[in-house]
Every structure is written in C-alpha cells, then in structure tokens.
C-alpha cells in the first residue's frame, strides 16, 4: 500500500528521533556511572519508571493486556532477555568507549540473519552470505584499532549483540498478534520485577546527585518512552524494511553525541569498521526475503 508523501515523512521523522533517543542512551548511561550509581540499581529504576508510565498509557487508552501464553512469553522476554542484554550493554559502557559499544551492538542483523538460516537449516544466499562476511570484517577492523574500549568492553558488547539477537527470534513468534505497545509494555514490567529481585539481593542504592537523577530520568523516559514510543509509530508508516534501515542512525548519533559531550575520539580505522558493519546490517535489512528474521523482528531492539 502506498503511503503519502507527509505520512513518511512523519515516520521518517519518528524513525529520526527514536534513533537519536536510543543512541543518547549510552551517553547518559555514562553520566549515570560517573555519579556513582550501581549498574543494578541503574537498570531497576530505568524498567520501573519507564514500565510504570507505559502501564499508565495503557489503561488511559483502554489497551487490551496480553494474557495466557502470551503473556508468560513476554515476562519471560522481559525478565530474562531483556535484562540480561542491558546488563551487557551497560557493563559493555563501563570498560569500552560508547562510540564502540553502540558500533558492536549493531552486528545483531549478522547474527539473527546466521542463528535463523541455522535454525530453520536452510543454506544462506549468496547477498545475505556475503553481507555476513563482510560484517565479520567490519567487526575486525572496529575492535582490532587503538580503541578506548578493553577486551572485557568488547566482549560485553558482543554478547549484547548476542542477546538481542536471540530476543528477536524469540520475539518473532511470543509477540505476533499482540501489538507493539501491549507487547512492550509487559516486556518492561518484566524487567522491573526481575530487576527488583536483583536489587533485593545486591542493595539498592538511588542516585545522590540532581545530575544523577536527571541521568537515570533521561535513560527512563526519553531514551525508553520517547524512543519506543517514537520507533512504532514510524514502523507504522514505513513498514518494518525501512524502519530497520533507518534504524542504522543509532550509532552514528550516538558516536556524534559522545563526541560532542564525552570527547570520545574515534579512529579512522574504527570509523571505517562500523561503516562496513552498518552497511552490512542496511542489505540485510533492507534486502532479506522469506527467510530473514530482521524484517519481522519485535519492532525494536530491548536496549
């Protein structure tokens, strides 16, 4: 069906906005760790403030809530997936520069695109296989430069890679027929809870500091609200294809905002690394067929 010209510009736009919110993540995720806050405590109040306002959203517009199986499944992703992939992604940010998180995370195409022709034991095609090997290059390049980040930086953001990529094959199947903002919604309440337990365990410790709290208040609301909320209703106006490619804005913004704000310094030869891995991911978005999983995935990634 085609759109009008205003109606992709609106989801382009959103797209825009959800990508640059995403990409500021790791940015204040770096403020919150110079304030102090423990990485637990970071994640517990990010899933609880931004769970509770999305609950909020949803019974003020009487969205029906997922139940049964479907709704086992989310928790699930939730509690398990998606936490343990901010985990990574966070403790990624505490030993490795953001430029260089934010480039790693983006092998998640890569891998979706290898673990779904795996799973469904089907042969790769000559583009996605080539776009894999590429990537592959790409991630040398990137990780093998005079980087910022440290081994354990790097393997941290590779597992969040990792995770996300069997979230989004996970997710394909427990949120069809649920909707977005539902499937979301429970997804970080999930989070929360689970989140809870750990704190339970460990001690919570709020953040001291305004600017501390306006780190954690920025990652809840804008960098999960804002960008979630941001990214379907562009999905909803371009489809997923574009959306996904489109998506690819996330780490240039957040390289461009930890320059600007971090003075991160990013090599030519770590430029050059992401550039390929971002072109990789852009074909495999933009040019899978029946058997890529990218293009149906849960409609964005749980960072």
Known sequence: MRISVHARAVGVACIALSAVAFGAMAIFGKVAYAQGIPLDSLLFLRFA???AVMAGWMLITRQAWPRGRSLAGLAVMGGVGYVGQSWCYFSALSHASAGLTALLLYLFPVIVTVLHAVL???MLRPLRAAAVLVALAGTTLTIGGNVEGQALGVAFGIAA????ALYIIVGERVTAGIGAIPA???IMLASA???ALIVLGRGFAAPVTPTGWVAVLAIALVCTVVAIT???AGLSRLGAPDASTLSTLEPLATIVLAAVFLGERISFTQMLGGTIILAAAIVLA???DDDTTVLRAPNRRPV
């Open 193 to 195: 809870v689970s989140s």
């Open 49 to 51: 403030i931004a769970g």
């Open 161 to 164: 890679a990792l995770i996300y």
């Open 184 to 186: 979301a919604t429970v």
């Open 286 to 288: 933009r040019y899978g």
């Open 120 to 122: 469904a034991r089907r």
């Open 230 to 232: 941001a990214f379907f």
